[in-house]
């Protein structure tokens, strides 16, 4: 049994942008199920309401540069699991996470150095830890400051850090002259420590301090080791290669199982697969194109990230939507030039592709369970949940094979391609919708997909594994 206290800037369903947030909601839980004990830290945003939490510390001061914060921190117990929410106004109580519409703002290396700071506090005042288990960028410095600045005070005595990889691309960048303002002196500047590509980068801290690095699949622990997809850091990433697991992560079929899933019109299961059509059907009325019902749905929930991979899609979509017959849906929000080729081919084919920008947890479900087939051409993936989400409800993924992607997605299951090239997702779209055609064989796919289990038991116990290893190196 291990004491972790994991410090991230996301967690479900407090504040989610991704998947982040939802592996920070469901791990902990499932931790504390199997027997250690897991608690959160995260900020007091804006949007984080703290009427039903207790105020369980008040005015934690958190030194950092030349001066210190004055923090509150809440405590709300969610499913068995103890989240702190670390509160100053000036800091975290803003709308948006990590930036508004201007733009990122411009001190969150103070925001999320002062996150890292508070997580200590909690750990000494609040939950005593061993494992300190960081999350991306955000938590970058934390490792830093736990071997280098804490190492005289019993209350750390034998702790380990853990740094898991989500997304190596995002690096936590931050100018020379400003690390001071992170509580990081000038000397951590160095290119075996932070520096990197003439900046600092946070994430670097956190590939470098922390006692053992993991990613969201084993498959991208691999792939960030290569020059293609190490943003700059395989070779440092190669030398640490002993520490660098892969752990895929799970699915939270509690939230995610359409046998039980509130938000549908109609629950079903590979037993009892009837109500998957209502589902669709209800999908298309929803925009007015309940008579496309014959045709096959794609779905497509993202972040409308360069990461994705949907400039891929734009060059086939007039041969899909087009004389191929298909519907498409898209929801998300993201980048201007992703938002506006979609709006494009919306206008374009009004009678067949809906194009939803935002954010929308209700529409995100009645996607997963009344498309046919779900696209994630993404360039790269670190783990991806959208595709387990599909499998369980019986949305045959269409995936590039990168990352967590290739890890859960087979011939039996869902259409795979390759080369990051519109020809080979064009030919891996036509085959798709060739199955598609072939109801029997579709149905089979189906059937293999909706038994595939990806619940998160099995991560939690590898997790915990490393943890208890790490405390006994
Ligand atoms: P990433 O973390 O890179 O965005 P993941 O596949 O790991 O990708 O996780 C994305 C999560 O965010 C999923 O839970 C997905 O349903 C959700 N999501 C993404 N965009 C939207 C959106 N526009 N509306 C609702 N949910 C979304
Ligand atoms: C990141 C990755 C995604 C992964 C998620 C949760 O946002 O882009 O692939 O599933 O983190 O680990």
Partial sequence: MSRVLMVSSEAAPFA????????????????????????????????????????????MRIYLGGGYYECDIYQKVQRGTKFFFVEHLGLYGR?????????????????????????LGVARYLFPTQIFHCHDWQAG???????????????????KSLFTIHNLGYQGLVDRSK????????????????????????????????????????RYAQEIQTPEYGFGMDGMLRARSGVLHGILNGCDYEEWDPRTDRHIVANYSADEPGGKVGCKLALLEEFGMGHRIERPLIGIVSRLATQKGFDLVASVLDEMLGWRDATLIVLGSGEEAIENQFSWYASRYPDRMIFWRGYNN?????????????????????????????????????????????????????????????????ECLRHALAVYGDKDRFEKMRQSAMGRDYSWAKSARQYSELYRELLES
């Avoid at 930036?99 to 002062?114: I, M, S, T």
């Avoid at 790269?380 to 967590?404: D, F, I, W």
């Fill in 141 to 159: 410095l934390l490792p830093l400051f736990l071997k280098n600045f804490v190492t005289g005070d019993p209350a750390f005595y034998g702790a």
């Fill in 95 to 119: 709308d948006g996470f990590y930036g508004d519409r201007y733009g990122e703002f411009g001190d969150n290396h103070v925001r999320f150095a002062a996150l890292c700071s508070a997580a």
């Fill in 16 to 59: 989610k942008t991704g998947g982040l947030a939802d592996v920070l909601g469901s791990l902990p839980p499932e931790l504390n199920a199997l027997g250690d004990e897991c608690a959160v830290v995260l900020p007091r945003y804006g949007a984080i309401d703290v009427r039903a939490s207790e105020k369980v510390f008040e005015r």
């Fill in 362 to 426: 209700e529409l995100a479900h009645h996607i997963e369970a009344g498309a046919d087939l779900f696209l994630m051409p993404s360039r790269y993936e670190p783990c991806g949940l959208n595709q387990m989400y599909s499998l369980r409800y019986g949305t045959l993924p269409v995936v590039r094979a990168t990352g967590g992607l290739d890890d859960t997605i087979d011939a039996e299951t869902g259409f795979k391609f390759w080369r990051f090239e519109s020809w080979d997702l064009a």
């Fill in 179 to 218: 690390l001071w303002d992170a509580g990081v002196e000038d000397r951590f500047y160095r290119s075996d420590l932070l520096e990197f590509n003439g900046m600092a980068s946070l994430l670097k801290s956190g590939l470098v301090f922390a006692d053992a690095l993991t990613t969201v699949s084993p």
